[in-house]
Nanobody, 114 residues
Framework: QVRLVESGGGLVQPGGSLRLSCAAS????????MGWYRQGPGKQRELVAQITGSGWTNYADSVKGRFTISKDNAKNTVYLQMNSLKPEDTAVYYCNKVVAPGHWGQGTQVTVSS
């Protein structure tokens, strides 16, 4: 059974940083591409960063150069380092598989505001 627990969100000023964590169970990281998604107010959920089983990464244009995705296969944990945060990054952030995401966790709220 898949279980995803996101943490690390909070309120931060523009230009600040946050590091999100996602502890996963029921997913084998070495053979699954994992991603961080976000859903802003009134918007659809979007994929912003992904990491393959072998560690290759890709980012949405809106976060490229500011966000970094990484993972620890031994801990079954995915991370998202977010720097130079902007108000438009405000959203609930989720992690999940990139292919056939299935069950979602509760997400973690990120609010960027002065």
């Amino acid at each position: 059974q898949v279980r995803l627990v996101e943490s690390g969100g909070g309120l931060v000023q523009p230009g600040g940083s946050l590091r999100l964590s996602c502890a996963a169970s029921g997913i084998i990281f070495s053979i699954n591409d994992m991603g961080w998604y976000r859903q802003g107010p009134g918007k659809q959920r979007e994929l912003v960063a992904q990491i393959t089983g072998s560690g290759w990464t890709n980012y949405a244009d809106s976060v490229k150069g500011r966000f970094t995705i990484s993972k620890d296969n031994a801990k079954n944990t995915v991370y998202l380092q977010m720097n130079s945060l902007k108000p438009e990054d405000t959203a609930v952030y989720y992690c999940n598989k990139v292919v056939a995401p299935g069950h979602w966790g509760q997400g973690t709220q990120v609010t960027v505001s002065s």
